[in-house]
């Protein structure tokens, strides 16, 4: 076996199933991601310029290992040039802010924007205010690399660098946001603001859409990377609407160092999780779950996964390295990590009820957003 997915084996996991899983059909309730809010994303993100679909990778090597029918790997590299699928959330959120400005009469100079993030979200809001001639002011967190700052700053956008953990990142932003009447484009949610997030994971449904249209149906099992839970909430809407009360296994994956969805599914209820060390998937360090993804996510997700870091860099390798070449970056290796050490652990593997027609679907939220340490990774130039 290759040494890159040999090391990937040995990745301690934690594996709990979530007691609050319950199989209904999908809602569609309006104020939370109905069909109109995923019809709507569609018809506005599918008529931007540069839009087509990204691709899905078969990976028959890893469903050979692994005994299923299929393993597909969505991927989200050259999502609009931005390196991540977030190109399809925070952008889509601006442009609707700035929609309903001049709705009103007025101009998008004088809306300014603002969030926190680790990264792929503030590039796309910072895309997305330049697009909408907006202004945007990014708060990001003391372990940010200094590329991710600068991809954002190239956009036009105020870069501002805390020192502290996200969270911390999140109170600044807020409080500097009401001094100023600043609009905030945050991808989280909590009490009393959810019209913003809920665009930006209505954005996200773009890409589930998608993935349907390319398999030609519903996988039985997802690997959902979890930050605050608006990825994995994007992706299930399209897939519980398709499927109904028989949705497959939708299987959080997440850092032991911030598993806020894996604490507030067995918990039953949003647990807070204090972010002392910060994993490398550094979009996945997210410690509380965004309060409009817990409502989807609660009666959806079948088992919460975490793994620590020590396949990102193997699989990082592997991916890059194999015949059709995938450019993975860090977030990108978790489900295939998780599904690696779940199968080489048998107890694991026979909870999540993998049989030679399983179809899985890996997903590749991110290509080399930081090019630095991709290129290091790796092993290139
Ligand atoms: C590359 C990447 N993958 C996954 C996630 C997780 O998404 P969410 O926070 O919506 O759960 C993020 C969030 O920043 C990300 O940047």
């Known amino acids: 076996m290759d040494a890159n997915l040999a090391a990937a084996l040995a990745t301690p996991f934690t594996l709990d199933a979530n007691p609050g899983r319950a199989a209904a059909t999908f809602p ?22 540069g839009y087509v679909p990204t691709p899905l990778h078969d990976l028959p090597e890893i469903a050979d290992h692994l005994g299923v029918g299929q393993v597909v790997y969505k991927d989200e590299a050259a999502r609009f040039g931005l390196g991540s699928f977030k190109a399809l959330g925070g952008a889509y959120a601006v442009a609707a802010l700035a929609r309903q400005i001049e709705a009103q009469g007025g101009s998008t100079a ?10 792929n979200h503030g590039r796309s809001v910072a895309w997305g205010a330049a697009r909408a001639g907006c202004a945007a002011k990014i708060y990001i967190h003391a372990h940010v690399s200094q590329a991710r700052e600068d991809a954002m700053a190239a956009f036009g956008a105020e870069v501002i660098r805390i020192d502290g953990n996200y969270e911390a990142s999140l109170a600044a932003c807020k409080q500097d946001a009401a ?3 600043w609009q905030i484009v945050s991808d989280t949610s909590w009490p009393g603001y959810h019209e913003v997030p809920l665009t930006v994971m209505a ?19 997802a690997m959902l990377p979890v930050g605050v839970g608006g990825l994995a909430a994007g992706i299930i809407a399209p ?4 499927a109904g009360s028989s949705l497959g296994h939708m299987i959080a994956v997440e850092s032991h160092m911030s598993a806020c969805m894996r604490d507030s599914l067995v918990a039953g209820t949003p647990t807070l999780v204090d972010i002392t060390e910060e994993t490398l998937m550094a979009g ?12 989807i996510l609660k009666p959806t997700v079948s088992h919460c996964v975490t793994i620590g870091d020590e396949a990102v860099a193997p699989l990082m390798r592997w991916f890059h390295h194999r015949t059709d070449a995938i450019e993975a970056g860090e977030c990108s290796t978790s489900g295939l990590a998780a599904l690696l050490a779940m199968h080489a652990d048998g107890a694991a593997w026979e909870q999540l009820e993998m049989t030679p ?3 899985v679907l890996l997903v590749g939220t991110e290509g ?5 340490f991709y290129r290091r990774t790796v092993g290139i130039a």
Do not use: F, K, N
């Open 28 to 49: 569609d309730l309006a104020g939370s991601l109905d069909v109109a809010a995923m019809d709507a994303a569609q018809a506005v993100i599918s008529g931007w310029s």
């Open 110 to 119: 004088e809306l300014t924007v603002a969030t926190a993030t680790d990264g």
């Open 179 to 181: 001094a100023h009447g």
């Open 203 to 221: 954005g996200y449904t773009v890409m589930s859409r998608e993935i349907l249209a390319q398999l030609g149906g519903v996988p039985s099992h």
């Open 239 to 242: 897939l519980w609407q398709a």
């Open 284 to 295: 996945l360090s997210c410690g509380e779950v965004s309060d409009l993804a817990w409502d």
């Open 357 to 359: 027609d399983s179809v």
């Open 368 to 372: 080399a957003t930081d090019p630095d």
